[in-house]
């Protein structure tokens, strides 16, 4: 198995500004993602994050918005920027592990609320 | 990855078997069947994935009909920790892409 830590765990940030969120992976993963989960919602997968090269983006989300960044193979940041209220959710961090293991592990996810 | 079905909600009594379905009728033969949880203010959980056979783990029960296009986890003992929200997820598994879509998921509320 997997353990995956956010950093932070929540933040109320201001309009207009930027916020960070790293995950941590206790051993080496394949694969990581980035979820956001509105109110009330189910997960909404935001993008692939590719060690060594470009995240990969879902329909609706782009790379000047989101910026990621996955500098090895237990560590990826997430970052949203200029916030508005509708970025307001919890963000959530996945990895999939070694080759053909069919287990994905999530984080407990960082609760933003911008204001 | 074909898409799924499941009620919105269901509700069952602390000790009995809680069986929630899924409806995946365009299924193709090499996708799998996976379920999670999430329970509130947590990160999801993996529970249980199926080809064509039925699974059982310590946690739950997989039953795939045989054409494939629902199924049905099952908790035997349900208590109540396991009230949360419960996502069927149909998906090839390629080792080139391990990404999940997330339905809306049936919630479930275990009774005391």
């Not at chain 1, 879902?58 to 997430?78: A, H, Q, Y």
């Not at chain 2, 529970?47 to 056979?53: C, D, P, R, T």
Request: hydrophobic fraction near 30%; include cysteine.
């Amino acid at each position: 198995s997997a353990v995956i830590s956010q950093k932070p765990s929540r933040d109320i940030c201001q309009r207009g500004t930027s916020l960070t969120i790293q995950c941590q992976v206790d051993s080496q993963v394949t694969m990581m993602f980035w979820y956001r989960q509105q109110p009330g919602q189910s997960l909404t997968l935001i993008a692939t994050a590719n060690q060594g090269s470009e995240a990969t983006y879902e329909s609706g989300f782009v790379i000047d918005k989101f910026p990621i960044s996955r500098p090895n193979l237990t560590f990826s940041t997430l970052t949203v920027s200029n916030m508005s209220p509708e970025d307001s959710s919890i963000y959530l961090c996945s990895a999939a592990g070694r080759a053909g293991a069919h287990e994905q592990y999530f984080g407990p996810g960082t609760r933003l609320t911008v204001t | 990855d074909a898409k799924t079905t499941q009620p919105t909600s269901m509700d069952c009594a602390e000790g009995r078997a809680a069986n929630l379905p899924c409806n995946h009728s365009t299924i193709s033969g090499n996708e799998y069947v996976y379920w999670y949880r999430q329970i509130h203010s947590q990160g999801p959980q993996y529970i249980i994935h199926g080809l064509k056979n039925n699974e059982t783990n310590e946690m739950a029960s997989l039953i795939i009909t045989e054409d494939r296009k629902s199924s049905t986890l099952i908790l035997p003992h349900a208590t109540l920790r396991d009230t949360a929200v419960y996502y069927c997820i149909v998906r090839l598994f390629m080792d080139s892409s391990y990404k999940l879509i997330f339905g809306s998921g049936t919630r479930l509320l275990v009774r005391p």
